[in-house]
C-alpha cells in the first residue's frame, strides 16, 4: 500500500470512528444537567471558532483579506434580518469586489 | 428550511470541487479523491490530509492532522445524539453524515423543536454528502480548469454560512460570552497550535460557561 492509500484509508477510519463515538455516550450521562448545558454550548463554541478561524487565518498565521470584508457584510446583512440565501450571496460578493481591487 | 439546507449545501458542494482538484494537484487519483470525500467525509480533514501530503509531509502528521480535525465531529455526535436518539444499524450510518453544516442547521432550527432539528441535520447532511462528493470527482477531473475559490468569494460564503447558522443561537447573554470567548481564543492558538487544536480547545470555554446554571 502506498503512502497516499495509507493516509487515505487510516484518516478516513480514524474520523469515522469518532464520528461514532460521539453517540457512543450513555443516556444517563448526557442527561445529567450539567453535560446538558455544556453540550448545548459545544457546538456554538465550536462553529464560532470555526468561522473566525476560516475567515481569518491562513497556513496557522492570522491573516486579515477579502475574506473579513465579506463576513462583515454577512454580520451586517443577518443583523438588518436579511435571508439566509441573501446573505450569503453578500459574502460572496462583497469578498469577491474586495479580492479583485 | 429547505432553503437553510441547500443554502450551505450548494457552495460546499462547490468547494467540493475546490478539494477535487487540490487533491488532484497534491498528487492523489481522482479514485484516492472520491474515497475521501466518501469516506472520510469532512472537508477540513480532507484538505489537511491532501495538503500536508502535497506539502511533502509524513503519512503520519497526515494522519494525525487529519484526525484532530475530525475530533469535533465527535463532539456535534453528543450534541444530537438525544436529538437523533438512533441505535443499532442507523448508529452507523447516520453518525457519518455528523459534520459542521448538518449540525449547524439542526442547531440554527433549536426554537422550532426536536423534529426540526432532526429534519434539518438530515437534509443538510445528505445534501452535502450528494453535492461534496459530485463536485469533489468533477473537482479531479477537471483539476486544471478549477479557478481560484477566492474570485467567487467562496472563501468568505463558507464562513458566513456557519455565522448564519449560529446566529439565531447567539439570542441569550451566556451564548454570546461563549461566542466571543471562544472566537478570541481559536485565534489565539491559530499561530501556536498546530492545525485542529485551536478549535476544539474552545470546548473548555462551553465547559466553563456551562458548568453552573446561569
Redesign the interface.
Known sequence: MN??????????A???L????????P?RV??H??IQ?????????????????????AK???VVD??L???AA??LA?RFKA???L??L???????LV??I | MLRYSLSVAIPVGGYGAVFGAAAVSSGFSVLQACVLSLFLFSGASQFAVVGVMGAGGSVISAIATGALLGVRNAFYGLRMAPILQISGVRKFLDSHITIDESTGVAISQENLGKDAMRFGFYATGIGVFVFWNFFTLLGALGANSIGNPATFGLDAAVPAAFLGLIWPRLNTRQARISAIFAVLLALLLVPILPPGFPIIATVLVAMIFGWNKK
Open positions: 503512502s497516499l492509500w495509507a493516509a487515505t484509508l487510516i484518516t478516513s480514524i474520523c469515522y469518532l464520528k461514532v463515538l460521539g453517540y457512543s455516550m443516556e448526557l442527561n444537567p450539567r448545558r455544556i453540550n448545548t454550548l459545544i457546538p456554538v463554541v465550536l462553529l464560532s471558532a470555526l468561522v473566525s478561524v476560516q475567515t481569518l487565518s496557522e498565521e492570522i477579502h475574506r470584508a465579506g463576513v454577512a454580520a443577518l435571508s439566509f440565501p446573505m450569503m453578500t459574502a460572496a460578493i462583497v469578498s469577491a479580492y479583485r
